[in-house]
């Protein structure tokens, strides 16, 4: 497998999760009456539901029907050419925060899924190899009394 962590989302409607996805350019690997996988390049995401049992799921059923499933997750996708997929899908999808340039030096845009999943659409780059983020790593983690 490309990735170790895979991300699930409940969703009550299957079609609107294709419609969506497909705009970001997903496509169905595989799905079955109550599961589904999308996958992009090597971004794989799973769909549980597709029906009503998404409000029946043992710990997700607790909460009201109306909660907007994506709440406090945000999800992030990394594009080549971030300014271009903007153009290509702004008129498409609900923008919650237009494309524009973050105080880290990033280019960005947010987006809102029909569940109400919050979406960071962002350049390609690597934020795991920070080496000025590493090197004070030791240092933010015993001035906040984090233990690692």
Same mark, same amino acid.
């Given at each position: 497998?490309?990735?170790?962590? &895979?991300?699930?989302?409940?969703?009550?409607?299957?079609?609107? #999760?294709?419609? &969506?996805?497909?705009?970001?350019?997903?496509?169905?690997?595989? $799905?079955?009456?109550? %599961?589904?996988?999308?996958?992009?390049?090597?971004?794989?995401?799973?769909?549980?539901?597709?029906?009503?049992?998404?409000?029946?799921?043992?710990?997700?059923?607790? &909460?009201?029907?109306?909660?907007?499933?994506? %709440? #406090?997750?945000?999800?992030?996708?990394?594009?080549?050419?971030?300014?271009? @997929?903007?153009?290509? $899908?702004?008129? /498409?999808?609900?923008?919650?925060?237009?494309? /524009?340039?973050?105080?880290?030096?990033?280019?960005?845009?947010? $987006?809102?899924?029909? @569940?109400?999943?919050?979406?960071? $659409?962002?350049?390609? %780059?690597?934020?795991?190899?920070?080496?000025?983020?590493?090197? /004070?790593? /030791?240092?933010?983690?015993?001035?906040?009394?984090?233990?690692?």
């Amino acid at each position: 497998m490309e990735t170790d962590v &895979f991300v699930e989302l409940h969703v009550p409607d299957f079609q609107k #999760a294709i419609d &969506f996805y497909k705009t970001l350019g997903f496509e169905i690997v595989w $799905i079955s009456d109550n %599961y589904m996988v999308m996958r992009k390049d090597r971004s794989v995401l799973n769909f549980y539901g597709g029906n009503d049992k998404v409000s029946h799921h043992s710990y997700f059923g607790k &909460f009201p029907n109306d909660t907007k499933k994506g %709440y #406090a997750v945000e999800i992030v996708f990394l594009e080549d050419d971030v300014k271009e @997929f903007y153009e290509k $899908i702004k008129d /498409k999808v609900k923008v919650v925060e237009p494309l /524009k340039q973050k105080p880290w030096g990033r280019w960005d845009f947010r $987006i809102e899924d029909p @569940f109400g999943f919050y979406i960071r $659409i962002g350049e390609k %780059y690597d934020w795991i190899n920070k080496k000025d983020k590493i090197s /004070k790593t /030791k240092e933010i983690m015993q001035k906040k009394g984090l233990r690692n």
